[in-house]
């Protein structure tokens, strides 16, 4: 067992991946020399060297293209987005072929490809550079997207994305980076697809990924000491994500929240509400309420960003409106 | 050592003063043409949903540039691909039951006329994005560098494609990356129902030269002039020279999609295709090469019967299954909600 920060464990899977496979290559920009804006890279030119990592022009569109190819050609690409803000740019290669190559070619071809995205706000960088879109991606049949919220999911779940023969989009929260926790020995195994419990509970659950785990969790011991018992349910892989460990929770607590830092309207907490509402309804003792953020591009001065990114104290609301 | 069929055919060639190679590529061509022109009466007849973009008039460059190609090359496509991918060593039979929505296709039905494909014979797919094929073949080829193999990734696009943002991004890569990379722009005059002096600053050569790509311009309809230049370049790619352009200059002969009217086009436009036919050219330079009229009628009729076999075996073919289908949006047999 080893405390390392979040960005630390990723760069330790990149590192094994990339000694375990020689197929695998990284390149995006800045992630070579620099490092990674965030230094989720350093070390891995000096390690692998100039053929496999590689820095980018500025070309967000043929960053994410050069990877289908060469994910159809014998590579295992890596590449980074610095911010998923900017994965505008590159949406025909994610959606219109990253997406859909292995279905309309008929099965002939694996796209083992990552796409790497910085997501989030809370750093004052504005507008353009701290949104959380993952919902657009997970909207899209062929993709699958995936967002860890420890360390220890951080090292696994980049593993499982760079070993799986679909196009893996690998979520990370800006904010989480720096966040120490346990990288246990052995190495940890995770399945793209399996949700996790943060906190078992009986009263209600609260399905939350990414940095909002925390704040659930914050959430969750409030609640405690008013008495409700809330369990947390960390989702991991949002596309695919765990119908079925929802649902048991849902069997058990009867109420459902549902927390993300992303816009509330038409984002991932929407889809899992819908769901839970048609598969879940018996089960159900109450509404199902979300909590994300405001309708509103991600403000830039630090109290109108605190006042928009979701807390402990609206999701502590939220399960009591459920219990109301 | 590896030998490609392009090598060989050149050896035989330059060994020999016969017409090996030439009518290898009338050949090439004389598929093509038979198949599209097919493919026209199928559409007309109902026979063929969606749209097609015929490639009639276009077939020296797909002729001439996948002759300096071998087995391990890759090559991605754009819409009006069938050339690029039947000329590369797609299996005909298999093309039509695509073509006409079967599950024996290639693509199992799923893709149809753009997105006929083919792993084997390296054929990264025709696309129905325009440009969207160079950046695919920028990365193919920075897969064939990192991996050591000698192989080049070829892409066609055409004139249109020049405008796309991503063309620019491609060529720089390419150029600062030095990949084994053939970039060919199928110059037919063109975008959609445009014509390209209104759409196009710059012309096509001084695009790729801008980004310090070598770059060639060949008569598109000279099948044989657009093989030897290809060749020369796919040599240069594969000792490390970098990346490489050709434009090859052509004849869009149908519409931009079967069924477009093409009322924004002369009446003059139409017979000077006749005049450009790179299959008429071909013949012409054959006959005058000594190479019997017998030979060469024997293109045509080989390419006639292959064609009406593969359309005989497609109209035979069974409609895909949904479930199937919905299983492979995934690798993994769960599909995803």
């Known amino acids: 067992m080893s405390e390392v920060r979040f960005g630390q464990a990723i760069n330790r899977a990149l590192s094994d991946a990339m000694t375990a496979d020689s197929s695998v290559v990284l390149f995006g920009e800045d992630v070579a020399a620099a490092g990674g804006p965030f230094g989720v890279t350093r070390g891995l ?219 509330e309207a038409f984002g991932v907490g929407a889809e899992i509400a819908a769901r839970m509402a048609d598969v879940g309804f018996d089960d159900l003792d109450g509404p199902i309420v979300r909590v994300g953020a405001p309708f509103m591009p991600v403000p830039f001065a630090k109290n109108l960003e605190d006042h928009y990114r979701p807390d402990a104290a609206r999701i502590a609301a939220a399960v009591r409106r459920t219990l109301a | 050592m590896v030998r490609f069929l392009s090598d060989v055919t050149e050896e035989l060639r330059l060994a020999v003063p016969d017409h090996t190679s030439d009518l290898a590529l009338l050949r090439s061509m004389k598929v093509i043409r038979e198949a599209e022109l097919r493919l026209a009466k199928l559409f007309a007849d109902g026979e063929v949903p969606g749209f097609i973009h015929l490639s009639v008039g276009q077939e020296g460059v797909a002729a001439g540039v996948c002759s300096a190609l071998g087995p391990s090359d890759t090559l991605a496509s754009n819409h009006r691909g069938h050339g690029h991918a039947l000329a590369k060593g797609l299996d005909l039979e298999r093309f039509f039951l695509e073509i006409m929505a079967k599950a024996e296709g290639m693509c199992k039905g799923r893709g149809g006329s753009m997105h006929v494909a083919d792993a084997k014979v390296g054929m990264l797919g025709a696309n129905g994005i325009v440009g969207a094929g160079l950046p695919i073949a920028v990365g193919s080829a920075l897969a064939h560098q990192v991996k050591r193999n000698g192989a080049v990734a070829a892409v066609f696009f055409g004139d249109g494609a020049l405008a796309e943002g991503v063309m620019h991004e491609s060529f720089n890569l390419a150029a600062i990356w030095r990949l084994p990379v053939l970039f060919v722009c199928e110059n037919n005059g063109w975008s959609e129902f445009s014509p390209t002096s209104r759409q196009l600053s710059a012309d096509p050569c001084a695009l790729a030269l801008s980004h310090r790509i070598a770059a060639r311009s060949v008569d598109g309809n000279d099948a044989v002039a657009v093989s030897e230049v290809a060749r020369e370049l796919v040599a240069e790619i594969r000792s490390g020279g970098g990346p490489r352009f050709l434009e090859c200059r052509t004849t869009r002969v149908r519409g931009h999609f079967e069924g477009d009217p093409q009322k924004y086009r002369d009446a003059d436009d139409a017979l000077r295709a006749d005049e450009s036919d790179p299959i008429g050219r071909l013949e012409k330079r054959l006959a005058a090469g000594g190479v019997s009229a017998t030979d060469i009628e024997a293109a045509g009729r080989e390419a006639i019967a292959r064609v009406d076999a593969a359309v005989e075996r497609a109209r035979a073919g069974t409609d895909p299954d949904f479930d199937t289908a919905l299983r492979d949006v995934y690798a993994q047999t769960e599909a995803a909600r």
């Open chain 1, 45 to 263: 030119l000096d390690r692998f060297g100039a053929e496999r990592v590689r820095d980018t022009p500025i070309s967000e569109a043929a960053i994410v293209g050069a990877a289908v190819g060469a994910a159809m050609s014998g590579l295992k690409p890596v590449v980074e987005i610095m911010f998923m803000d900017f994965v505008t740019l590159s949406m025909d290669a994610l959606v219109n072929q990253a997406a859909k190559a292995r279905f309309m070619f008929g099965g002939q071809y694996a796209l083992p490809m990552v796409v790497r995205l910085p997501h989030g706000g809370g750093i004052n960088a504005g507008p353009q550079h701290s949104q959380c879109l993952e919902a657009w991606l997970a909207h899209v049949p062929g993709l699958k997207v995936v967002c860890p919220a420890t360390v220890a999911d951080a090292y696994a779940m980049m593993r499982a994305a760079i070993d799986d023969p679909d196009p893996v989009i690998v979520v990370e929260n800006k904010s989480l980076y720096a966040m120490k926790g346990e990288l246990p020995e052995p190495l940890p195994d995770v399945e793209i697809g399996k949700a996790a419990i943060a906190r078992t509970g009986s009263d209600a659950t609260i399905v939350t990924y990414g940095a909002m785990r925390e704040v659930a969790l914050a959430a969750a011991t409030t609640l405690a000491g008013e008495g409700i018992d809330a369990e947390v349910i960390d989702l991991r892989s949002l596309q695919p994500w765990d119908e079925t460990a929802v649902l048991q929770s849902l069997a058990r607590t009867h109420r459902l929240v549902i927390a993300h830092e992303a816009v």
